[in-house]
Each structure stands twice: as C-alpha cells, then as structure tokens.
C-alpha cells in the first residue's frame, strides 16, 4: 500500500482522449497562436510580434536615429534572447526588410552595409551589416515610458515588452504588410502618408464619411517602387469598402529617340515586389522563344536608379502596341492583392477590415494613448506640485527646519508633524541639497510651480473634454503631415494614379513583321516555313521516306489553321513554325495532337470565309471560319465523331451547290442551302450508304460545271441533272472517266 510520502503512480495522470479530439484541440491551440503571435499585423501599430520585438529591442539599445550604428548580429542576438524566442535568420530576414527602400515604403531600420537589391540579391550576413532606427521607428515608440500601452512579461518572465506600440505614425496602411497564417492570410499595400493624414482629419470631423469620400483622400497604394496604378475610382472605392480585392500595377516606361529616326523604350520603375533580374531573364526568354517577335533586345543600364533598355526590331512598331504586348506576357504588369485581415479588439481577434474601420481604429488608438500620457503626466505633475509644495515651506521656515534637521533624532517625523508635510515632501526635504537653499532657487521653484499648475489645468481640461482630444489628435496629423508632405522627398507619391487600360486586346499580328513564306507540311506532319512564296514545282527536299503533302502560301502576320481526325480546328500563328533550314519539325510537337489522329487539312485562316467539314461516315455542316480559331493548344472541338467515324472533309465554301461521292462510287449534287450553318455538332447526313461511307465533298458553282481531275487533266461535267437531288438521298454511278479514287482531286 502506497504511503503519502511515494509518488503517486503516474498512470493515475493518463486521460483517454479520442485522437480528434486531441487533434482537433492542439490544431487550433497551433492556429490560434500563428494567427495572432507570429503572422497577422495589429491593427493599431500595423506591427507583427517580431518587428515590434525589433524596434523595442533597439530602443534599450539606444539605436536613436542619431546614435551610432550597432552590428545587426547584437541587435538579433539582444531580440532574440530576450523577447522573440525564434530562429536569428528568421529575425534578420524581418529586420532587413525593414530596411530596404525598395520594400517598405517608409523604412523603419536604417541599415549600414550590404541589405539586398532590388535584383532579388540577398543580404550579407549579420555579422557584416549595421543598423540603428529611423525617425519613423521613433515615432512608432514615441510616448513607451509614459504608460501610452501595457506591457507583458516577456517569453521567460524576467523582462516586460509593449503588447503595442504608442505608433505615432499610421503604419499599418503607409508601410503595407503581408502573411500567411492557418486558414487565413493577409496582404495590405503601402500608401502615402500625407493623403492617410488627410483622410484620418476628414474622419475626425466627419465620423460618417462615405467610402467614396475618403477615396478623394487615398485615391490608392503608393509603392516604394513607383509605377502606375491602372484601375478606376469606382474599383479602388469598392476594394477599400471591402477591405478585399486587387490592384493592377504597371511599369513606368517612356520612348527615347535616337539619331536616324529610331526610338527605344526605357522602363524606369517596375511593379512592387518584382525582381528586376527575373523579370529581364523573363523578357529574354519571350524573346528567344519568338512570342514577342517585334522586339530585338534588352539591356540592363541601371545603376541606383532603374533602367531597362527595349530595343525594338522596326521603327514601324507603335510603342503602345508593344508595351501593350509586354504587359500581358511579362511581370511589367503585376497584380497585388487587398486582404486587410488584421487583429482588431486589442489583437485578439482576426478580421477583415475596409478602409474606414482600419482608419477608425488607429484613431481610437491614438485617443487612448494620448488619454494614458495625459493621465501619466498628470500624476506625475501631481507627485512633482506635492514636492514644490514641501520645498516652500521649507523655505519659509528655513531656519526651524534647519534645527530640527540638526538637533532631533527622527527628523522626518519631526517635519512632518511639525509643518503637516506628506512623506514624500519630507524625504525630498531631507535630501535637498545645500546648494538648493539659495534664495535664487526659491523663485525658480516658484516658476515651476506656477507653469506646472497652468500645465496641470490644461491637461484637465483634455482628459474631460473629447473634442478637446480629437483637436489634438487632428493637429498631430497635420505635423506629421508636414514632415511627411507631398514636397518632402521621402513623402512625395510615387506611384503615378493611371486609368484603367483598355480591354480592346491589340492583334499579336500588329507587331509581327510581314514577310511572305511558304508553309511546307510533309506526309509524315514535318512542318516548316520557307522564306519567299515559292514556285510550284520547286525543288523541295523532305526526309527519307517522306514527301510532300501541303503547300500553302502565306504571310508571317497569318494563322495557320489544322483540321485533325479528331474533328478538331488547331490554330498556329505562321511567325511560329520552324525556318526553312533543314526538314523542320513535327506539328505533332506544336499541338495536343495524339499519335492515333492525322491531319486532315492545313489551311491559311481567312475569317470572311466558310468551310465543308465532314465526318467519314457522311455527316456534315457548314462552319463559319471566324468561329474555328483555337486560343489552346488542345484546339477546338467542332465536327463530334464518334465510334469509328473520323473526320474526313475540310473543304472552303465556293459555289451555291455540293457534289458528294461516297464508298460506293455513287455520285449526287444538291443544293448547298440544303445544309445548315453550325459552329459545332455532328451535322446532317450528305449522302445515303448501304455500305462503306463517304469518300470525298466538294462545293461548286451550277453554271461552271462540275469539276474532277483525271491524271494530268482537269475535266467538267455541265450538265449534272441525273446526278442532282436532295441531300441524303443514294445518288447514281459517275460518268465514264470519273476517276477510280473516287475523289475530285
């Protein structure tokens, strides 16, 4: 029997919990932690835990921002051990974002040596760099020592860190934030300060204030990148209504004139958060791979400023229409995202806010902190008018204060019972020092007495007056905004407010130089463009084994069109199949095409006209060309097969009637009208079978006959009234010498 002094045995402390349970409940205790101690901003200081871990920890270092600078590994190590129990990359990486100009808008580190660059190069170590705070770190502290916010024991218990920081300054909207958290993110861009002051007076005044309203004020972001800001007033207004939504960014960009009547176009700022390396590799590769054909180059000339040198082909390409082109294929046009998922209630609780609460709530902050400061000035003027108090009436009984100080054992219970002094005016007394008994002294005292009772009352006043507070308040705005104005070279605006662009899409063919070629496709699909309109019969060569098939003259601003088995259309643009050197190469490679379906047709798009499609076993329609091209390589399905049937006919409409000759050598013409005028389907039946199917379709006018070739000749037959009918009916034998292919050739 176990006595009270043995341990109890452990397997008494074991509870059975189901698994999901205890899944279920450490999951969420995991989530919760994620969401408000390492990866969503507080909405009153727009910090996460580790940035504001960071300015702390420089502040008790004393990184003013006019002290010396301290080894970033000192700062992480300090951080570190005393408040952010992570890892030190993680710390650095967080205070060297802090630091570039090219990510945050309105740093809050000033960093000394290697941070990064806009290239996406990484920083040096911490051992090498050095850093210290900005005046805009300053004001995030402004007011720490005097109660603005409560403080928490730190990780360990043995030091105490703000929860929030007094944040003089609206850093959650001008400097952004992002993070990803469990089941929740957020992503909040920069904006200018001097608009946001604008906009939080006008809320001051105007509680109420509309949407749109406020929008006059921040009429979007303002990346410390520049660029220009596509979208209209109607869509920024509902995003910040929102607090959800997307804003398209642009490169800024500009035409150089050269001698000789060229030009060439310098990219000055690029979109926030691309990286100028992989976006001109990006650029590179469009050009290599022909998809910007009407670009030449790309340089990189800059140095601290950005400059990306577009070299065109041909002076005859409009600007526009090539930037357009880059716009859509390249990062020069970027998307950033609006999610404002922040901690609201004292950061305990996630939610997406609009413009307007997150302006209200940084107003209500900045009205608490400045009723704490009032309040703790006040008890302190109050603990100081207490001493002043005592120090007049010592000078007003010098001399007895004197004696008692010398002759009594308890001095301090002396002067208190003997002048009704508290026992903070007798120890402040007793440690006056001699020098303090001068009569200069007593009238300087007197002076603060005076402007302290004068300070007293007016911060009273504050403390009970809100309109009182919100003046305040309002004219901390405006110096802010001052320091911060449009004139200021750190506040002025840098992302240009553009205009939506135009959904018109500019034809690729624009920028394409036209050139004639020759589309040559072989028997076995080898495709190839060869330079010039070539002559018929000219000498061509193919592969051994292989011949010609198609041949087929174009131009380099043409679509190829591809009719498969699969009664599927494919689209290719002429500039993209392989030069004339060698056999070129596989169309198979260019398309979704599988090796079970063949070609059918190769044919240069013409949108005015018309085609003849038809399956094998003599189901067909008319097909309105413009409604064929494909936007994939997987193409676009328009003639359905099914079963056994493939397609078999692709042929353009010329003429008002068709010929149809099937398996069976049976011939019949009808009128086209007869068939009906589809974008998609199976089609009708052309022509009736007992066995086999149909073999070959053509369209032709009545008055010039109908047409075959016969070996080297071409023949016409006018007269066709035992062969004409109504579709699908069986048709009749041809005329002696139709040929034995059964195909009109």
Known sequence: MATASEPSDPAAEIRLTPLADALSERYLAYALSTITSRSLPDVRDGLKPVHRRLLHGMRELRLNPDAGFKKCARIVGDVMGKYHPHGDQAIYDAMVRLAQEFAVRYPLVDGQGNFGNIDGDNAAAMRYTEARMTDVARLLLDGLDEDAVDFRATYDGEGEEPVVLPAAFPNLLA??????????????????????????????????????????????????????????????????????????????????????????????????????????????????????????????????????????KSRNVEPDVLMEHLFRLSDLESRFSLNMNVLAEG????????????????????????????????????????????????????????????????????????????????????????????????????????????????????????????????????????????????????????????AVIVPLEAMIEREPVTVVCSAKGWVRAMRGHLESGAEVKFKEGDGPRFSLHAQTTDKLLVF??????????????????????????????????????????????????????????????????????????????????????????????????GQNRKLLVFALDELPEMTRGKGVRLQKYKDGGLSDAKTFNRGDGLTWRSGDRTRTLTDFTEYEGKRAQAGRLPPPGFPRSNRFG
Not at 355 to 380: C, F, I, K, N, P
Not at 456 to 476: F, H, M, N, P
């Open 564 to 661: 498969a088995t699969n009664g599927r259309f494919y689209t290719l643009g002429v500039d993209k199949l392989p030069g004339g050197r060698g056999h070129g190469e596989p169309l198979r490679l260019q398309l979704d095409l599988s090796n079970e379906h063949d070609i059918v047709e190769l044919l240069i798009h013409d949108p005015a006209r018309k085609l003849l499609v038809a399956s094998s076993e003599g189901n067909g329609f008319i097909a309105p060309e413009k409604e064929l091209v494909a936007q994939t390589r997987a193409g676009k399905q328009v003639l359905n097969v099914g079963g056994a049937a493939e397609a078999l006919i692709c042929r353009p409409v010329a003429g008002d009637m068709v010929a149809t000759v």
């Open 175 to 312: 400097n952004g934030a992002a993070g990803i958290a469990v089941g929740m993110a957020t992503s909040i861009p920069p904006h200018n300060v001097a608009e946001l002051c604008d906009a939080l007076q006008h809320l001051i005044k105007h509680p109420q204030a509309t949407i749109e309203k406020l929008v006059e004020f921040v009429p979007g972001p303002d990346f410390p990148t520049g660029g220009v800001l596509c979208e209209t007033r109607a869509t920024v207004a509902e995003a910040y209504a929102l607090g959800r939504g997307s804003f398209r960014i642009r490169a800024r960009w500009e035409v150089e004139k050269i001698k000789g009547g060229l030009w060439r176009i310098v990219v000055t700022e690029i979109p926030y958060q691309v990286q100028k390396a992989k976006l001109i590799e990006k650029i590179a590769e469009l050009i290599n791979a022909r998809k910007v054909p009407a670009l030449a180059d790309i340089r990189d000339e800059s140095a601290e400023d950005v400059r990306i040198v577009l070299e065109p």
């Open 347 to 502: 950061g305990r609780a996630p939610r997406v806010m609009g413009l307007r609460d997150v302006l209200r709530a940084y107003l209500d902050h900045r009205r608490d902190v400045l009723l704490r400061r009032s309040r703790h000035r006040l008890a302190r003027i109050e603990r100081r008018l207490e001493i002043l108090e005592g120090y007049l009436v010592c000078y007003l009984n010098l001399d007895e204060v004197i004696r008692i100080i010398r002759e009594e054992d308890e001095p301090k219970k002396e002067l208190i019972a003997a002048f009704d002094l508290t026992e903070l005016q007798a120890e402040s007394i007793l440690n006056m020092r001699l020098r303090s008994l001068r009569k200069l002294e007593e009238i300087e005292i007197r002076k603060e007495n005076d402007a302290l009772m004068q300070e007293r009352e007016g911060l009273t006043d504050l403390v009970a007056d809100e309109k009182k507070q919100w003046k305040a308040i309002s004219t901390e705005c405006a110096e802010l905004k001052k320091t911060f104005g449009p004139t200021t070279p750190l506040g002025r605006r840098r992302t240009e407010i553009g205009d939506a662009p135009s």
